[in-house]
């Protein structure tokens, strides 16, 4: 019977718990080992992430904000009326407010995040603050194949990608987000991204290593996350983190670093480190505008109008399919 059903089937906290510690677990029995980065931005990770963006050292965020800011009317031209909305990687939502207030006519939003609270938290927020837009919040991994609901009619999908987060991404897990963003806003759909540029490392190196020790916290958050979470016994004070840039790949390499040889447990099951050992928990790639513009035209977007700000640190590109 239908209550047998439900009564039988896990809530999706449950699930998603599950996932997370078959994940974790995988991840651990790597060589070297690793922990997606997705991982990150559980509740306490996104608030620690928040706070990272207001960090004098952590220039992205401030950087695309006046570059949304001082062109948000060319970028409301580009996009165009009665624009559905897709947002990847919503978390608080700070630049889709220019967005939302200068866009002509949008016939919806649909911000897309893995953190649940955050985006529903979001979501309530912008509900009071543009009471006539349709609001349809979404919580799901964007690197997976996303679907807009039937209801929702706009004339075309245009998805904001802000923050740089395509920068966690590798090359080829970029390319493939980029066709299933293509598959998704269709023909004449658009994609309006920021991505990180490449600058002096001294920069770099401050902006993932900054003085109050915020970006190291977050980090750590993700061995918290597993004691909490997937009966991990993680001795986190014998841990450090460490973001270092490769010149080679163009990127920020974020991991945590075993201080001792020591043995944990995680659901049971053994991990061993040796000192020095490092887990991998995430890329930040920096790119040139040609770089990207190359990358883009490689899944059959088409660039239409970059955007940066004086110094060159960042860029917003508006691309059509
Ligand atoms: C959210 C991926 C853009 O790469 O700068 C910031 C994440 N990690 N500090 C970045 C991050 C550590 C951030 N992105």
């Avoid at 997370?20 to 790597?30: N, P, R, Y």
């Avoid at 964007?142 to 609901?149: A, D, L, N, R």
């Avoid at 997937?230 to 790949?249: M, P």
């Amino acid at each position: 019977t239908a209550s047998f059903g439900a009564s039988r089937r896990k809530n999706a906290t449950q699930v998603e718990s599950h996932e997370f510690t078959a994940d974790v677990i995988e991840g651990l029995s790597q060589t070297p080992k690793r922990l997606h980065c997705k991982h990150l931005y559980d509740r306490r990770g996104s608030q620690l992430f928040d706070q990272i963006c207001e960090l004098s050292e952590y220039y992205p965020t401030r950087t695309e904000l006046a570059i949304m800011n001082r062109n948000v009317d060319a970028i409301a031209d580009q996009i165009g009326s009665n624009a559905t909305l897709v947002e990847l990687g919503s978390g608080s939502s700070q630049k889709t407010r220019i967005l939302l207030d200068h866009l002509r006519e949008p016939a919806a939003y649909l911000p897309v995040d893995i953190s649940r609270g955050h985006l529903l938290e979001t979501a309530t927020r912008l509900r009071v603050e543009h009471p006539g837009l349709d609001i349809h919040p979404l919580v799901a991994d964007f690197t997976q194949p996303i679907q807009i609901p039937p209801s929702v009619r706009g004339e075309k999908v245009c998805v904001y990608f802000p923050g740089s987060t395509i920068g966690n991404l590798e090359s080829q897990d970029a390319l493939k987000l980029f066709r299933n963003i293509h598959d998704l806003v269709g023909p004449k759909g658009g994609l309006l991204i920021g991505f990180d540029l490449q600058k002096d490392t001294d920069v770099l190196h401050a902006a993932y290593n900054d003085s109050q020790g915020i970006t190291a916290a977050f980090n750590l958050n993700l061995l918290h996350r597993i004691n909490r979470e997937a009966c991990g016994e993680f001795n986190v004070s014998q841990f450090e983190h460490l973001a270092v840039y490769d010149q080679t790949h163009g990127r920020i390499e974020i991991s945590i670093v075993s201080t001792c040889d020591q043995t944990t447990h995680v659901a049971g099951h053994k991990f061993h480190f040796i000192k020095g050992e490092r887990i991998h928990t995430e890329y930040s790639h920096k790119y040139t505008i040609e770089g990207f513009r190359d990358m883009a035209a490689a899944t059959d977007f088409t660039a239409r109008e970059v955007w940066t700000d004086e110094r060159e640190w960042f860029a917003v590109m508006y691309l059509e399919s």
